[in-house]
């Protein structure tokens, strides 16, 4: 295992920022794992998790450690039934963990197709697309608990999932280093089309009863006409959350303005589209040189070349304040900023 000195992240972040780490190394091996651990609590150097890079939003300079796992393996550990559990390591790509279930005849993650990033970022924020999240097939995940120096087991009851949520993001993060994540999935097909747009698509192609291939490549063909490839244009996909307002304020705002867009969510509670919001403000394709709003999503930034952590929160900061002024609603960015 190397340790690397002033190691390029320009290529691993999908912003594609340039920046570089002070320290970087790929385990393979859980003691592999535990040793540079060892050896950052020993020097104080901050750690960062490096999946794929795709929720991070990073400064040119890294300070510490930067340590990207590198282990393998999508084991099928028990079968009953329709049902199939499966334990895939951390550093497996996510989007090619759908395509590799699917293919085995294991369905339920084919929703999430093409989320980039690794498997053991997905509970980070509980992924999720088009009526599917993460905790849905979520049986557990093994994790290094840099705080209680043991690996650990959590079940799904014990990770506090929600809306682009979970434990590893609040009081706890970066305390688990996530290892592996167990899922079940089943042999049998039970499309999920109720996210608006996909049981459209597919009727319009003359499908109304989709095998999971046709809703895995509906979602694909969507996806794709709406959000920018990372290879192409940098970005982090959305780059706010949606917001969730109380009911009161959901039926004032709908008065000032019949077409908002918005989604019942918990009793009480309706969450709005951020991009709906962004897009009524005059942001979508805006340009700002070098970062901007992309001109088919407005609630994906983009660099559009030479653009840096700061120009980006200088834009997000001005889409925050038109969107406060106008909608008296507050968006709060999804991706996580490095160093804080
Ligand atoms: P990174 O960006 O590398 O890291 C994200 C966070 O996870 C960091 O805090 C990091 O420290 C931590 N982390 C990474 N690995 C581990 C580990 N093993 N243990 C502990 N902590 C770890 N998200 C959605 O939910 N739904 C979408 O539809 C979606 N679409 C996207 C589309 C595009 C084009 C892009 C660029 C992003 C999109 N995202 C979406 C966001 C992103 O893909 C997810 O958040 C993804 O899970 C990030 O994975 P990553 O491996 O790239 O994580
Ligand atoms: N809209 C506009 N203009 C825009 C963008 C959106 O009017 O420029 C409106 C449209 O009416 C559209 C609605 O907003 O119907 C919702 O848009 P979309 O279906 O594209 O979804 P989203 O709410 O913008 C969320 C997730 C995505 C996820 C999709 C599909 C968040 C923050 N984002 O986006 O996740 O892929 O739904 O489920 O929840 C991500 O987290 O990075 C991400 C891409």
């Known amino acids: 295992m190397t340790l690397f000195e002033n190691y390029s992240l320009t290529g691993l972040n999908t912003l594609g920022f ?8 790929r385990p393979k091996t859980l ?3 535990i040793e540079l651990l060892a050896l950052a609590d020993t020097n104080g150097w901050p750690v960062l998790l490096l999946g794929g890079g795709s929720n991070l939003i990073l400064s040119a300079w890294v300070p510490g450690l ?26 497996q790509g996510w989007h090619s963990l759908v395509e590799y279930t699917l293919e085995q005849g294991w369905f339920g993650l084919e929703n999430m197709a093409l989320i980039p990033g690794t498997v053991g970022a997905a509970p980070i924020q509980n992924i999720g697309a088009y009526g599917a999240e993460l905790k849905d097939c979520f049986v557990s995940l ?61 009727a319009r192609q003359g ?22 490839d990372p290879a192409t244009v940098g970005n982090a996909g959305s780059f706010f959350e949606n917001p969730i307002i109380p009911q009161s304020q959901y039926g004032a705002l709908k008065a000032k303005f019949p077409a908002l867009v918005a989604f019942a969510d918990q009793p009480g509670l309706y969450k709005l589209a951020a991009g709906w919001l962004i897009d009524q403000a005059g942001w979508k394709g805006y340009n700002a040189g070098s970062v901007g709003v992309y001109d088919k999503q407005a609630l994906v930034l983009v660099n559009l070349g030479g ?24 968006l709060q960015i999804e991706p996580r900023q490095y160093p804080a």
């Open 307 to 330: 653009g840096d952590r700061e120009q980006l929160l200088t834009l997000a900061a001005d889409i925050q304040q038109s969107v406060r002024d106008k909608f008296g609603v507050a």
């Open 31 to 33: 003691p592999q794992l």
């Open 142 to 202: 093994t994790a290094w608990d840099r705080e209680q120096q043991q690996r650990v087991t959590l079940e799904r009851s014990q990770c506090d999932f929600g809306y682009r949520w979970s434990r590893f993001k609040g009081e706890d993060a970066g305390r688990f280093v996530i290892w592996s994540v167990r899922f079940a999935l089943s042999t049998t097909a039970a499309p999920e089309l109720s996210y608006g747009g996909v049981a459209d698509y597919l």
């Open 18 to 25: 340039e920046a570089t780490a002070e320290r970087f190394s």
């Open 66 to 91: 930067v340590i990207q796992l590198a282990n393998s393996g999508i084991e099928c550990v028990a079968q009953q039934g329709e049902q199939v559990i499966i334990e895939v390591a951390a550093a």
């Open 207 to 228: 499908i109304n009863e989709p095998a999971p291939q046709q809703v895995f490549s509906a979602i694909c063909d969507i996806r794709s006409s709406k959000l920018p």
